[in-house]
């Protein structure tokens, strides 16, 4: 997981639109939009394992052709929409690649048990006390 926005810039590939959203009469005239492509399949960033790690848990994000698609029109500048589209794509490729920790099986200890053990008494006199005796 050793890369940086400036690794994935050399590896990207950008399309530009023109976006809807604010910005009036620079709507219509520049093309603001930005549609980041990053193809996992011939980067060099990752290793094979990590290539087919990322594969399996982006495969709803993949393209038909494989591509990973990020878009991004938030902002009225080509250039700020192509910084947003880097780090968000640098954020999915993190957290694709984040292993969790695996979790190691524990039992209680013993005066957790003695306690759990001693309060259900205590709630079961509880309730006890509330019944009423009808065989007068």
Do not use: W
Request: with cysteine; net charge positive; glycine share 4%.
């Amino acid at each position: 997981m050793n890369f940086t926005k400036d690794d994935l810039q050399k590896e990207v590939t950008y399309k530009t639109s023109r976006s809807g959203g604010k910005g009036g009469q620079n709507v219509n005239k520049v093309s603001s939009k930005v549609e980041l492509l990053f193809d996992l399949t011939q980067t060099n960033l990752f290793t094979d394992e990590e290539k087919a790690l990322l594969q399996l848990k982006l495969q709803t994000r993949l393209n038909k052709d494989g591509y990973l698609q990020v878009m991004c029109e938030e902002e009225r500048s080509q250039y700020l929409n192509k910084e947003k589209a880097l780090g968000k794509l640098q954020q999915i490729l993190t957290q694709a690649l984040h292993r969790p920790k695996a979790r190691k099986a524990s039992k209680p200890s013993r005066a957790m048990i003695e306690a759990r053990l001693a309060k259900k008494k205590i709630q079961a006199a509880k309730k006890e006390n509330r019944r009423r005796d009808f065989s007068d």
